[in-house]
């Protein structure tokens, strides 16, 4: 029987497409520990803090949406925190979210607050809108970058079916340089109390790696808790140009009007690794 330290010793190079290895974000008590991240106000590792979710939703309000009432999809909506603002400015919002946890706390807010907001578990690749079209979609916060080129296409095929002819969808991704920067990280280690990977003491060992020929980098977590167990989670974070992206919206069937540095309107961005690109279906 091999020992912890043999298994880390033995271990090969993950691969970027592996899906079984993938942070379970469906699973209920990791989607639980992940939303008491994205609840945290000390950072804005998962989510923003609430003061930059407010001066983005008053941007995407006021500028995209020309404070007009309007039908909203949330791709990876995570707590429901942009959806809840934008139903509070007059807007109908449905958000979608692989997150078990993340979906129960947004419409657990929503029917608490009285909000035209709805709420469905699901994978955004799976996801069918259906019925009435959108005026808006959202994909933020680097999500886009957690897809490879093939499901990319998918995505940005879903946000196109959903919206009607002239509807915007706004999309921020990582610049093209983050992914590689993380892949070239050197490796690091960490114990916790509790923490995202598990609710008891535990070491976390994280290396990461660069994959040229698929322009990914892969981040990989070794967690060890007590009665030496070990599970193994990767993260994926594909690279793309921006010309990359234009290319692919332009498949799926939209046109870019804007390209900012920021989702709050601002010239200096928030977040100086992504950025914001909209684009109108045609």
């Known amino acids: 029987m091999k020992s912890p330290l043999d298994e880390l010793l033995g271990r090969t190079p993950p691969d970027p497409t592996n899906e079984e290895a993938k942070i379970p974000w469906h699973d209920p008590a990791f989607s639980e520990r992940m939303l008491r991240v994205h609840l945290s106000q000390l950072n804005d590792q998962a989510s923003r803090r609430f003061e930059i979710v407010d001066e983005q939703v008053a941007w995407l309000h006021d500028s995209v949406l020309g404070g007009k009432a309007a039908r ?7 707590p429901g925190f942009y959806t809840s603002r934008l139903a509070e400015r007059g807007h ?53 970058n957690t897809f490879g080129p093939t ?42 109390a509790e923490g995202l990977f598990a609710d008891a003491p535990h070491l976390v060992l994280r290396e990461t790696f660069w994959f040229e020929e698929k322009r990914a980098s892969v981040e990989r977590y070794f967690v060890i808790t007590e ?14 140009a921006e010309a990359e992206i234009r290319e692919a919206l332009q498949r799926a069937g939209f046109d870019v009007t804007q390209q900012r ?22």
């Open 72 to 78: 909203v999809l949330d791709l990876g909506c995570g």
């Open 151 to 192: 499901a990319l296409d998918r995505l940005l095929a879903t946000a196109r079916n959903a919206l009607a002819p002239g509807g915007h969808v706004v999309l921020e991704p990582s610049r093209e340089e983050l992914p590689r920067t993380i892949g070239e990280q050197p490796a690091s280690w960490n114990a916790n």
């Open 227 to 240: 009665g030496d167990e070990i599970a193994t989670y990767h993260s994926t974070t594909y690279a793309y």
């Open 261 to 282: 540095p920021c989702l709050t309107g601002r010239t200096t961005p928030v977040d100086p690794d992504l950025y914001v690109l909209v684009a109108r279906a045609v």
């Open 92 to 144: 109908s919002c449905l958000g979608v979210d692989f997150s078990p946890s993340s979906i129960a706390h947004a419409q657990a807010e929503a029917h608490e607050k009285g909000l035209d907001c709805r709420y469905v578990q699901s994978d955004v690749l799976e996801f069918d809108a259906g019925g009435e079209p959108f005026d808006l979609v959202l994909i933020l916060y680097g999500e886009l």
